[in-house]
């Protein structure tokens, strides 16, 4: 332990900083920084620092995960999980789901996670009849890892209301097999409406959430396992009062040990509109950053809406909300002053945010205030320019590359991967770009983000839009200094410098100076918030 008045200084074989780039000890009191440079100076004008020797580690700043989803992440630990790291067949998918619900499944149902259809060996698709087969009369819904399409069995859809002739909500569709029955998938809308929009006969959900305390001690598992691969912050990409709620009551438990902005889901903007409350309000710990809404699916689920049509399919995805609900959205939102950020990944749903985005600055200037494009997957020169004219900010998946590998280029095409997660587009654009693993999306670990964007290489080996390549410290800078940025709080942490907050990571090798391949085994030693030690390996 450590008194908050007592100076220490971290020496190790170097400190990344671009204050001083042979540097190898940062000194900081509370938790803040106060110096960094040459050790020996350091210890000479802080006579009565403490020293803390980490010997041949190096430390760089913390890694800021600027979209990613904590509370469902927290929901996560309660469910099945059907990832590619547990299951590679519909055969084990369903033989894990038919035990959950012959175990008394919490509140009757079986939820799952993490199904991705590219990776099972049947080479199809999940159904509601595979799940009937193993679930019986429980009722089951299964997520795909995308997060914008999951599949329901029979007693799901009796559950919710839904039958062969009901019809999808605005923005969403329902899977139907070849004679046009209900194949139980649900996209997009109608897959948020039925999982946390829906009710049932009695009033309530038809999905039934997990218990609240459940979730918080939950909660405190993940951000330990996220400390443990060096994050330090994170951005909260869609989140409701009961997850603000969750937030709250972590912290107060001393489990929220990791800075957490949140970007609040849009149909709760009236609540907050109310309170007159605006982008940044908060602390350093806790903050509300932005109003998070939807232009279109995903890349990994197929559904992302594109110029040119999908490979396979011929069609060019959805488009979640229609141009005058995204249109009141942003006028409402960005005429408060405050953020907005929109998800948008195929380059069609990039140009329509783009459209209300320039409207909205037109209507109503406000000098300053940066909006966000959520992924941001696909883009080209006009997208680009357009995006710097607003002074918009990109948060681009670092991690998709290898996630997906050259599964794609089998749904995208070889000219269109070039310009996917552009990374190199941005910066050579001059456009603030942020890290962002999505997760449960795509996998959390920044240095696992950091060599997918430096090697462009799948987790097949597949070479995918080598064009986007970056540089290590280009990387890096993704995942901290532009993190920063796109909540607002470039001047509070990001870079290892006099004044800003003692959020560092402390890392076996050097991410900057390893063969670029090697970038994701560097082990994590220490992780440190506010200059507090908040993860040590054993």
Not at 193 to 201: D, I, K, P, Q, R
Not at 397 to 421: A, K, P, T
């Amino acid at each position: 332990m450590h008194s908050s008045a007592e100076p220490r200084i971290f020496r190790a074989r170097r400190v990344i900083t671009p204050s001083s780039p042979s540097a190898d000890a940062v000194a900081v009191l509370g938790d803040r920084i106060v110096a960094v440079g040459d050790a020996d100076d350091l210890r000479r004008s802080l006579p009565l620092a403490r020293l803390v020797d980490l010997g041949d580690a190096v430390v760089t700043p913390g890694f800021n995960d600027a979209h990613v989803h904590l509370s469902m992440a927290a929901d996560n630990e309660l469910q099945v999980d059907v990832s590619p790291a547990e299951v590679s067949s519909l055969a084990e998918l369903t033989a894990k789901v038919g035990a959950a619900a012959r175990s008394e499944p919490v509140d009757g149902w079986v939820r799952a996670f993490g199904y991705d259809d590219a990776r099972m060996a049947e080479g199809r698709r999940l159904t509601r009849w595979d799940l009937d087969a193993v679930t019986g009369d429980v009722p089951a819904i299964v997520l795909h890892v995308a997060c914008h399409w999951g599949v329901v069995n029979s007693a799901a859809l009796a559950a919710g209301g839904i039958t062969d002739e009901s019809l999808p909500p605005s923005g969403g569709e329902y899977g139907r097999d070849a004679a046009g029955r209900l194949d139980g998938v649900l996209y997009e809308r109608a897959l948020n409406e039925f999982a946390y929009g829906h009710v049932n006969s009695a009033g309530g959900p038809v999905v039934p959430q997990s218990r609240f305390d459940d979730r918080v001690e939950a909660l405190g598992r993940v951000v330990r396992r996220w400390h443990a691969a060096g994050v330090t912050s994170v951005c909260d990409a869609l989140v409701g009062p009961d997850d603000i709620r969750l937030f709250a009551a972590a912290r107060e438990q001393g489990l929220l040990t990791m800075r957490v902005g949140f970007l609040l889901a849009a149909e709760h903007y009236d609540t907050l509109r109310r309170l007159g409350l605006r982008s940044g309000f908060g602390d350093a710990g806790l903050r509300f950053v932005g109003v998070k809404t939807f232009a279109d699916g995903a890349v990994g689920g197929r559904t992302c809406l594109v110029d040119e049509p999908h490979h396979g399919t011929g069609g060019h995805g959805i488009q979640v909300l229609t141009r005058e609900e995204l249109a009141d959205i942003v006028r409402a939102v960005h005429g408060d002053g405050n953020r907005v950020c929109v998800h948008a990944n195929g380059d069609r749903a990039i140009r329509l945010v783009l459209d209300e985005l320039e409207c909205a600055h037109r209507e109503v200037p406000k000098p300053g205030l940066r909006h966000r494009i959520e992924h941001c997957s696909m883009v080209d020169d006009d997208i680009l320019g357009r995006i710097r004219a607003l002074s918009a900010i990109a948060v681009p998946f670092g991690n998709y590359v290898h996630q997906h590998g050259g599964r794609l280029i089998d749904w995208y095409g070889e000219s269109r991967v070039e310009r996917m997660f552009a990374h190199r587009s941005f910066l050579d654009a001059g456009i603030t770009v942020a890290g962002s693993s999505d997760y449960p999306c795509g996998p959390v670990e920044p240095l696992l983000a950091l060599q997918s964007m430096v090697t462009r290489t799948g987790w097949d080996g597949s070479v995918v839009g080598a064009g986007q390549r970056v540089s290590p410290a280009e990387a890096l800078s993704v995942y901290t200094t532009g993190s920063a940025a796109s909540t607002g709080e470039e001047g509070l942490k990001g870079s290892l410098v006099v004044g800003q907050l003692a959020d560092f990571v402390v890392l076996e090798d050097d991410p900057l100076e390893v063969p670029h391949d090697q970038i994701s085994k560097i082990a994590v030693r220490a992780t440190y918030v506010g200059g507090t030690e908040v993860y040590a390996r054993e």
